[in-house]
Nanobody, 125 residues
Framework: QVQLVESGGGLVQPGGSLRLSCAASGFTLEYYHITWFRQAPGKERDRVSCISNNSGTYTYYADSVKGRFTISRDNAKNTMYLQMDSLKPEDTAVYFC?????????????????WGQGTQVTVSS
């Protein structure tokens, strides 16, 4: 079965950390550019971070998470990660990973071949 599965979300206090995982099955994640998106209730989907295919030479971070989030990939495990530190209440959202074979870090949903189901991140005291 071809799919992306996110995990690692949860409830954390402000200033805390979480590591999200995005595991692929049925295809080789190494060949795909990966983007993390998030969507808070009542808001549009935001592009959070991107990593290029293969060795992940190129990365992108939205200004709102720069310096706090780190994207990485482990091709041997067919998995990529989003390490989130110094979390803030405004980081609360459902986080999605998406894989595109040909386009790096695009913001158009139709350009992604695979999407995960999402994982909830809640930052609250």
């Amino acid at each position: 079965q071809v799919q992306l599965v996110e995990s690692g979300g949860g409830l954390v206090q402000p200033g805390g950390s979480l590591r999200l995982s995005c595991a692929a099955s049925g295809f080789t994640l190494e060949y795909y550019h990966i983007t993390w998106f998030r969507q808070a209730p009542g808001k549009e989907r935001d592009r959070v971070s991107c990593i290029s295919n293969n060795s992940g030479t190129y990365t992108y971070y939205a200004d709102s998470v720069k310096g706090r989030f780190t994207i990485s990939r482990d091709n041997a495990k067919n998995t990529m990660y989003l390490q989130m530190d110094s979390l803030k209440p405004e980081d609360t959202a459902v986080y999605f990973c998406a894989a595109s074979k040909y386009l790096y870090c695009v913001d158009t949903a139709r350009d992604y071949a695979y999407w995960g189901q999402g994982t909830q991140v809640t930052v609250s005291s």
